[in-house]
């Protein structure tokens, strides 16, 4: 975990973790803290926790043992439901929670915890038993609070642990909740080193603590710190957030430039209104919501947005395409098919890129980074590395609508290695906390686009550009490719089909005109 407290991090926005993938959603955090910094911060961050719970209904809090349900029209009704119990609970007609998409989560989550666990219960009837007992905890305690599609609700768990608890906490993880568990004495704890690697729990381990302090009494202890000046000085995180400052801010409270650049990137997608695009386009990604770094990472949020139709008032569509396409970061093509004008066309030749990709979808880096015959070999090792990872996340998770085939990666992994090299130049120019590479895209016609287009916007959305492709026929051009979650679709008054932008000369300032422009891009 480095220097990220687990507080500040359990209780971070989506938009703030990093972790946010579009086809998926977000992903949930477990946070194991055993021990304790300092006594005062982390009373302090006890009492702000009880405060949230006073001030949102997404917050679970168990801190003793919880005891074994006694409800038995509630044990009957999961007993009678289990009768047609095989090998998927999923595959039942159960009700555990109220939410349907929650409930789905929760029964997939058994599926795959009890898969995990299959060699733990000694016959059917102690794994019946043990369903039970986790469906009964979870209509009890979680089937109330509000659970929002777009942040995980939190479960706290404070103190001593038993075996059927952490399971309990694992389930839920794995449907997609927010678990923290604190045990500043260390004892009486579950959760082994197998599952902490299994299931991706972050453990953080500090100075135990001898002396037995309930939950509630750290809460006033944090209220005593709160309202005194120590918290100035001893809240969670503010030593880290002090060295990053003295290490990338300058005098004036500003990112110095080119700081960010050891870090690897995160991209973020935003879901936007015209206004925003308008409003953020060309203004910094440290003032766009959702960008933040670590020592480790930079989270930079992008937009990858269709625009399709246009305004009735075709003066206001004109002055909005001049408006994103006037700016030195920005590469506009008035795109009719041609790859050549984003990468070199692809022939027979490049199918000896097979030998550089594993059945897995990874690269033979070593290969790649040193071969200078590709377009991005003039990027620093750095800036190559970063392209490669991000190929790979491309190749390996879900964003087609159609399983790439094995010709598909080779031809995707070939026009990314010969991009254009004005989208080199963008890449070696952007300084991760300024403003940042963009490329529009006029739909001359109406098309699809090829998959190893679609391939180089979405590597170029994940190393940080923004993409805007401009569809006044508001046909399906990117949609019938990717999935539909990876691009943000706006609609505006009408579709109008073979509309050409000959007429934005109209708009465009006399001078520039007549002298044209120095960022290198065309005007049409």
Same mark, same amino acid.
């Given at each position: 975990?480095?220097?990220?407290?687990?507080?500040?991090?359990?209780?971070?926005?989506?938009?703030?973790?990093?972790?946010?993938?579009?086809?998926?959603?977000?992903?949930?955090?477990?946070?194991?803290?055993?021990?304790?910094?300092?006594?005062?911060?982390?009373?302090?961050?006890?009492?702000?926790?009880?405060?949230?719970?006073?001030?949102?209904?997404?917050?679970?809090?168990?801190?003793?043992?919880?005891?074994?349900?006694?409800?038995?029209?509630?044990?009957?009704?999961?007993?009678?439901?289990?009768?047609?119990?095989?090998?998927?609970?999923?595959?039942?007609?159960?009700?555990?929670?109220?939410?349907?998409?929650?409930?789905?989560?929760?029964?997939?989550?058994?599926?795959?915890?009890?898969?995990?666990?299959?060699?733990?219960?000694?016959?059917?009837?102690?794994?019946?038993?043990?369903?039970?007992?986790?469906?009964?905890?979870?209509?009890?305690?979680?089937?109330?609070?509000?659970?929002?599609?777009?942040?995980?609700?939190?479960?706290?768990?404070?103190?001593?642990?038993?075996?059927?608890?952490?399971?309990?906490?694992?389930?839920?993880?794995?449907?997609?909740?927010?678990?923290?568990?604190?045990?500043?004495?260390?004892?009486?704890?579950?959760?082994?080193?197998?599952?902490?690697?299994?299931?991706?729990?972050?453990?953080?381990?500090?100075?135990?603590?001898?002396?037995?302090?309930?939950?509630?009494?750290?809460?006033?202890?944090?209220?005593?710190?709160?309202?005194?000046?120590?918290?100035?000085?001893?809240?969670?995180?503010?030593?880290?957030?002090?060295?990053?400052?003295?290490?990338?801010?300058?005098?004036?409270?500003?990112?110095?430039?080119?700081?960010?650049?050891?870090?690897?990137?995160?991209?973020?997608?935003?879901?936007?209104?015209?206004?925003?695009?308008?409003?953020?386009?060309?203004?910094?990604?440290?003032?766009?919501?959702?960008?933040?770094?670590?020592?480790?990472?930079?989270?930079?949020?992008?937009?990858?947005?269709?625009?399709?139709?246009?305004?009735?008032?075709?003066?206001?569509?004109?002055?909005?395409?001049?408006?994103?396409?006037?700016?030195?970061?920005?590469?506009?093509?008035?795109?009719?098919?041609?790859?050549?004008?984003?990468?070199?066309?692809?022939?027979?030749?490049?199918?000896?890129?097979?030998?550089?990709?594993?059945?897995?979808?990874?690269?033979?880096?070593?290969?790649?980074?040193?071969?200078?015959?590709?377009? $991005?070999?003039?990027?620093? +090792?750095?800036?190559?590395?970063?392209?490669?990872?991000? %190929? #790979?996340? /491309? &190749?390996? !998770?879900?964003?087609?609508?159609?399983?790439?085939?094995?010709?598909?990666?080779?031809?995707?992994?070939?026009?990314?290695?010969?991009?254009?090299?004005?989208?080199?130049?963008?890449?070696?120019?952007?300084?991760?906390?300024?403003?940042?590479?963009?490329?529009?895209?006029?739909?001359?016609?109406?098309?699809?686009?090829?998959?190893?287009?679609?391939?180089?916007?979405?590597?170029?959305?994940? $190393?940080?550009?923004?993409? +805007?492709?401009?569809?006044?026929?508001?046909?399906?051009? %990117? #949609?019938? /490719? &990717?999935? !539909?979650?990876?691009?943000?679709?706006?609609?505006?008054?009408?579709?109008?089909?073979?509309?050409?932008?000959?007429?934005?000369?109209?708009?465009?300032?006399?001078?520039?005109?007549?002298?044209?422009?120095?960022?290198?891009?065309?005007?049409?």
């Amino acid at each position: 975990m480095g220097n990220i407290d687990v507080f500040e991090k359990i209780f971070s926005s989506q938009s703030d973790r990093g972790n946010y993938t579009p086809s998926k959603g977000y992903l949930s955090y477990f946070y194991s803290y055993i021990g304790i910094d300092h006594e005062d911060s982390y009373n302090l961050e006890i009492f702000n926790i009880k405060n949230k719970m006073g001030s949102k209904n997404d917050i679970v809090l168990f801190d003793e043992t919880i005891p074994n349900p006694s409800d038995f029209d509630m044990i009957n009704y999961f007993k009678g439901r289990l009768k047609l119990y095989k090998s998927s609970v999923e595959d039942l007609d159960i009700d555990i929670i109220k939410s349907s998409d929650i409930n789905y989560k929760i029964k997939k989550a058994f599926d795959i915890f009890l898969g995990d666990k299959e060699l733990e219960f000694s016959n059917d009837r102690v794994k019946e038993n043990f369903i039970i007992k986790i469906m009964s905890w979870i209509k009890t305690y979680i089937n109330l609070i509000d659970i929002d599609k777009n942040e995980a609700a939190k479960i706290i768990f404070y103190g001593d642990i038993k075996k059927h608890e952490v399971y309990f906490l694992i389930i839920l993880y794995l449907a997609g909740f927010d678990i923290l568990y604190l045990n500043p004495n260390n004892k009486g704890s579950y959760i082994t080193d197998k599952d902490k690697e299994k299931y991706n729990i972050n453990l953080k381990e500090s100075n135990i603590s001898q002396e037995e302090v309930s939950f509630k009494e750290r809460v006033s202890l944090g209220e005593v710190v709160d309202r005194t000046s120590i918290r100035k000085a001893m809240t969670i995180g503010a030593q880290a957030s002090k060295r990053i400052s003295e290490e990338l801010l300058n005098d004036a409270g500003f990112i110095k430039p080119w700081q960010l650049q050891n870090r690897k990137i995160k991209s973020l997608l935003l879901s936007s209104t015209i206004d925003e695009i308008s409003i953020y386009w060309k203004q910094p990604l440290k003032l766009r919501s959702g960008f933040t770094f670590d020592n480790e990472s930079v989270v930079i949020p992008v937009f990858f947005s269709k625009i399709n139709g246009i305004y009735n008032d075709t003066k206001q569509y004109l002055s909005f395409v001049n408006e994103i396409k006037d700016s030195e970061d920005v590469f506009f093509i008035s795109f009719n098919e041609d790859i050549n004008v984003l990468s070199k066309e692809f022939t027979r030749e490049a199918f000896n890129l097979s030998f550089l990709i594993n059945k897995d979808g990874i690269l033979d880096k070593k290969s790649i980074l040193s071969d200078v015959s590709y377009s $991005i070999s003039t990027l620093n +090792i750095n800036q190559k590395t970063t392209v490669l990872e991000k %190929i #790979e996340e /491309v &190749i390996v !998770n879900d964003m087609f609508i159609e399983t790439l085939s094995k010709e598909d990666i080779i031809k995707g992994l070939y026009t990314v290695l010969n991009m254009n090299k004005k989208f080199v130049h963008m890449i070696n120019n952007f300084d991760y906390a300024l403003v940042n590479p963009k490329l529009v895209i006029y739909m001359e016609s109406s098309f699809v686009f090829s998959k190893e287009a679609s391939f180089l916007m979405l590597l170029l959305s994940k $190393i940080g550009f923004d993409i +805007i492709i401009l569809s006044p026929s508001g046909e399906n051009c %990117i #949609e019938n /490719v &990717i999935n !539909n979650s990876l691009v943000d679709i706006h609609r505006l008054d009408k579709m109008v089909y073979e509309y050409r932008l000959e007429s934005s000369d109209d708009t465009i300032p006399i001078l520039k005109k007549i002298f044209g422009k120095r960022s290198g891009f065309k005007w049409q």
